[in-house]
């Protein structure tokens, strides 16, 4: 059986959030009201002048997407997707571009799990080499504008449900599995694997990661350190 590796994607390998930008670009194009980016405006500027948390903004950013989605056409979203996929693919880490490409020679199945949507997911794990990629799917009706709603969103918001259903699916063994995680919301699907990677944590999964000895690894600059 082949062994696996799991990735979350936005803050492991991409450097960013593929939502926040993908938020950006759609008030950018007036697809969403100039106006929304006030809504994530205190929070983004307490993050940049470390006074709030990341997580506070990315969550402010995903509220003004799940509330304004609805009555997008799915073609100026997939659009819009592919150019921030195109202007930003090489925006990676080091540490996780290299342990994927070492992984692949390896011959390990590489499978993503992120809760960003899988569209956009798709073209920006395809050049990595990811063999599978789970993300969420805003669901589209007749007219293919999204109609608000997520497909199976209780099962996909459960990285570790979707990672046991893709060990099954696919024939995999987490016998010798790799994950690899940056925030708490990774926990459990990184207590599945062999080997748990927290990169870049934050204050959450970091001090679950000293509680359970998990490995840390941090990318500053041009340095990579490994804390324990």
Known sequence: MQKVAIFDIDGTIFR???????????????????QKAQEFARQKQAWLDRKGS??????????????????????????IGEEVVADQKDRVYRFTRDLIKDLKKKDYFLLAVSHSPKSVLDHFCKRLGFNKVYGLIYETGPTERFTGKITEETFMLNKAAVVQHAVAKEGLTLKGSIGVGDTESDIPFLELVGEPICFNPNAK???HAKRSGWSVTVERKDVIYKIQ
């Open 205 to 207: 999964l970091f001090a």
């Open 16 to 34: 960013s959030s593929l939502l926040i930008q993908i938020v950006d670009r759609l008030i950018e194009e007036g697809i969403f009201s100039k």
């Open 54 to 79: 990341y997580e506070e903004y990315i969550m402010a950013v995903v509220k003004v997407f799940v509330q304004n989605i609805k009555g997008v056409e799915y073609a100026d979203f997939s659009r």
